[in-house]
T-cell receptor, first 113, second 112 residues
Framework: DAMVIQNPRYQVTQFGKPVTLSCSQT?????MYWYQQKSSQAPKLLFH???????NEADTPDNFQSRRPNTSFCFLDIRSPGLGDAAMYLC????????????FGPGTRLTVL | QQQVKQSPQSLIVQKGGISIINCAYE??????FPWYQQFPGKGPALLIA?????SEKKEGRFTISFNKSAKQFSLHIMDSQPGDSATYFC???????????FGKGTKLTVNP
């Protein structure tokens, strides 16, 4: 009964090699988020979708892109990963009666070699 | 004005003791204050949340105390257990915004 699913859980890529992380949800929430979390830090919002409307944070590098083909799925594309992009990437959703509450997935741990 | 300040950064408590984590905010437009619990290698999970119309909310061993005039809110964990050892994040958001503003987190260690 997982509600926010992230795949893969662990991803290893090489410096500069594009990588795609995926998120799916069974909650039918209209808002989906991507966060980057580095060790001992709070999650940092990269961008979010309100339905199909894309909202990019001002300090999110151009290297990060996102796609949301439908309500259930959202993808994070890192076009040219650098060593500094190694982190946990968290997907979250919000919507329904408790629209303020964000529900997080288990995260994808990205390693850049 | 968008910040949420969380303290302490780390906390060590003996089993059975009370853990207290504090957060302060500046933006009076904030109207939703959740606490998230995160275990190593996992995503944050909502623990408990409060709105400014109440001063306290309790769920099991977890209580949020909210002081609107002081713009502060705190998490109290009663009878702390080793299984409570995790990082706790407070957060805040304002109505109509989809975004959460997180505190920097508190690493709680409960010793057996």
């Amino acid at each position: 009964d997982a509600m926010v699913i992230q795949n893969p859980r662990y991803q290893v890529t090489q410096f500069g090699k594009p990588v795609t992380l995926s998120c799916s949800q069974t909650l039918n929430h209209n808002v989906m988020y991507w966060y980057q979390q580095k060790s001992s830090q709070a999650p940092k919002l990269l961008f979010h979708y309100y339905d199909k409307d894309f909202n990019n944070e001002a300090d999110t590098p151009d290297n990060f892109q996102s796609r949301r083909p439908n309500t259930s799925f959202c993808f994070l594309d890192i076009r040219s990963p650098g060593l500094g992009d190694a982190a946990m990437y968290l997907c979250a959703t919000a919507g329904g009666p408790s629209a303020d509450t964000q529900y997080f997935g288990p995260g994808t741990r990205l390693t850049v070699l | 004005q968008q910040q949420v300040k969380q303290s302490p950064q780390s906390l060590i408590v003996q089993k059975g003791g009370i853990s207290i984590i504090n957060c302060a905010y500046e933006n009076t437009a904030f109207d939703y204050f959740p606490w998230y619990q995160q275990f190593p290698g996992k995503g944050p999970a909502l623990l408990i949340a409060i709105r400014p119309d109440v001063s306290e909310k309790k769920e099991g061993r977890f209580t949020i105390s909210f002081n609107k005039s002081a713009k502060q809110f705190s998490l109290h964990i009663m009878d702390s257990q080793p299984g409570d050892s995790a990082t706790y994040f407070c957060a805040a958001s304002k109505g109509g915004s989809e975004k959460l503003v997180f505190g920097k987190g508190t690493k709680l260690t409960v010793n057996p």
